[in-house]
């Protein structure tokens, strides 16, 4: 076999293992509705069932009205927030794939810090009383004593 039919076969090869892993996340995608995570509607984080009950405490919650999941769960920076989603999402994906997620489901400190901003971002005004700057400066966050706000239980 001369070097041009090797590299001819090479490339066969190549594009065959592409046009399949291609294929492959494309039917993945839609079936596991990943188009819908790139919307702002609540209802997407239910297409996982684990987090069926996040949605409905959420749901009714006090913050159901003025926020979504994206508000308190991306960071704001348009970058950030793709970024942060596609790594919630594989990780999310490669969690329950291979069945090592906890249930119940526990937020990332990652996370965790992007809720905190989101919680000062829109009430920051209030945490200049002291009843709110000295629990923050032991370390303290906002769902130390406000745990049911986002999500109600």
Not at 20 to 48: E, M, R
Not at 56 to 74: E, Q
Not at 104 to 116: C, E
Request: charged fraction near 15%; proline fraction near 3%; glycine fraction near 8%.
């Amino acid at each position: 076999m001369g070097p041009k039919i090797k590299t001819s076969l090479l490339v066969v090869i190549l594009l065959v293992l592409c046009g399949f892993a291609i294929g492959l996340g494309s039917v993945t995608f839609i079936y596991g509705q990943g188009y819908s995570y790139l919307l702002d509607d609540p209802k997407a984080c239910v297409n996982c069932h684990i987090m069926r009950d996040q949605y409905d405490s959420w749901s009714k919650s006090s913050h159901h009205a003025v926020a979504t999941c994206n508000s308190c769960h991306t960071p704001e920076n348009i970058y950030f927030k793709y970024i942060n989603k596609v790594d919630n999402g594989f990780m999310h994906a490669l969690k329950f794939t291979t069945g090592t997620f906890k249930d119940p489901i526990r937020i990332r400190q990652h996370n965790f810090n992007i809720t905190m901003q989101a919680c000062l971002k829109c009430h920051g005004d209030i945490m200049s009383s002291t009843l709110h700057q000295d629990p923050l400066r032991e370390g303290r966050s906002c769902v130390a004593c406000h745990r049911e706000v986002g999500h109600t239980h």
